[in-house]
């Protein structure tokens, strides 16, 4: 006998298998044509597909995805826990500055809205000098003291974008094992060879640079998932003394160091040294987009070059206007960078007094619980105690090393950040902190 159903009777049959597939793990298939009872046969109408037949290969890809999520006592991905709550202590943004519903932003957004008769839905080569976006890239390449500066869609197109246009397969590219992965999609974009040196280690650099030759040095200011510096002026001076183009990403410094926020590289007086800085204007912007400090040279072809910015539509009106308010925000904003670095130095001292393991000298303050189930747990029991970090576990991290990452703005008061330090004490051993391998490391160093 064969059973014919329709498509509403089939979103019911699943709706019913799917617990004892998923909660019970029954053969971990996922429901389609071609995995479904031999005598079902699907039927689609004419105004509606619910499911097509699943290649092999793209089911033998799901199912990866199905075996990671599995063992995950809440049935979903690692990085996802509770919801927060009322109360909850929320170290998950990126917006350090505590900026993203700054009045004078939201209003220069709303005015720009009102007054628009039409908005240019399209590429950016086809704007004009003196369009919006030309007049923001102008002041932020006067705020950066580079010539010029290109406004992207994001910093992965930024970053991307950059690559695919200054390097090639014949170009070596020099790479910190962890710099961002946006960069090593640019790499992949460009087809180019590349070489990975130890983190933050500038003699390995120096020696793969020796070995290869000239080409692309590519660092974080910054790390995100560690918080901790790369020695910007070691890296610039091989750099210069190799021939090498350097490109520093500033994501996370942009906004929250240097004279008026302009960044590491600008604090330390490298800016006439750094070929390229690049930066997401989602993190102290607390936007969605993406810049490049360049030439006046570089700022001419890249628009004409690199796919991101020709192949995918620029940024509205509105959204310039955002960030141009944004940006006078920032420069004004030392009241704001003190409160953030005093909010991070009482957060890693008290951690370090408690004996967590951390390498942060930023905003950005990472535990390192090490395997997959210990972040879990070190998740929920935070979670319990209505403080929420952000998880970070392959392909974020290697396999064995997640880590739960706190990042710290300058609204956060004295006393919140004493409560997680208080329940950061009160877990160690639920946790099992003194037995994580970044707690034994930190103890083998301070013992040598």
């Known amino acids: ?148 500066s290109i406004l992207c869609q994001s910093g992965w197109a930024a970053n991307v974008g950059l690559m695919q246009s200054i390097a090639n397969q014949s170009t070596p590219v020099y790479i910190d094992f962890f710099t961002h992965m946006s960069l090593w999609e640019g790499i992949k974009s460009a087809g180019a060879p590349f070489y990975v040196f130890m983190h933050n280690d500038s003699a390995h650099l120096e020696k793969l640079v020796k070995l290869h030759g000239e080409g692309i040095i590519l660092v974080d200011s910054l790390y995100s998932t560690t918080g901790d510096f790369a020695p910007l002026a070691e890296i610039i001076d091989i750099a210069i003394r190799y021939n090498c183009v350097s490109v520093v990403d500033e994501s996370h410094s942009l906004g929250t160091h240097g004279p008026k926020g302009s960044g590491l590289i600008a604090a330390l007086g490298l800016t006439d040294r750094v070929h390229f800085i690049t930066g997401s204007l989602a993190k102290a912007f607390a936007g969605r987009a993406g810049i490049i400090f360049c030439s006046k040279r570089f700022s001419q072809y890249f628009p004409f070059t690199a796919y991101p910015a020709i192949f995918s539509s620029t940024l509205l009106p509105y959204e310039i206007a955002g960030l141009s308010a944004t940006l006078k925000v920032i420069q004004e904003g030392d009241d704001r960078r003190k409160k953030l670095h005093e909010n991070a130095e009482f957060l890693r001292r008290g951690l370090d007094q408690l004996g967590y393991a951390t390498v942060s000298q930023s905003q950005i303050i990472s535990l390192e619980p090490g395997s997959e189930a210990e972040m879990e747990l070190l998740r929920d029991v935070l979670e319990e105690h209505n403080v929420f970090g952000s998880v970070f576990c392959a392909p974020a ?52």
Not at 42 to 62: A, T
Not at 404 to 414: D, K, N, T, V, Y
Request: charged share 20%; with cysteine.
């Open 1 to 148: 006998m064969q059973i014919v159903i329709s498509i509403n009777q089939c979103i019911t049959l699943i709706d019913f298998l799917q617990p004892n597939i998923y909660k019970r793990g029954l053969n971990n298939q996922r429901i389609s044509a071609m995995s479904a009872p031999k005598d079902v046969q699907f039927v689609h109408r004419s105004q509606d597909r619910y499911l097509l037949p699943i290649p092999g290969f793209l089911e033998k890809r799901f199912q990866v995805f199905d075996e990671i999520i599995m063992p995950r006592k809440n049935g979903k991905p690692l990085p996802v826990g509770n919801i927060p709550g009322y109360g909850a202590i929320v170290l998950q943004s990126n917006d350090y500055l505590n900026v993203s519903m700054h009045p004078d932003i939201l209003s220069a957004q709303i005015s720009k809205l009102e007054s628009a008769n039409h908005e240019m839905v399209m590429s950016a080569v086809f704007l004009h000098e003196g369009s919006d976006k030309d007049l923001f890239e102008a002041s932020m390449a006067e705020y950066s003291g580079f010539v010029k």
């Open 397 to 448: 991290t290697p396999k064995n090393r997640s880590l739960m990452r706190f990042s710290l703005h300058s609204g956060l008061e004295q006393s919140e950040l004493q409560y997680v330090l208080d329940v950061c004490e009160a877990i160690r051993d639920e946790v099992g902190m003194w037995n994580w391998k970044s707690t034994k490391r930190k103890n083998k160093l301070n013992t040598v």
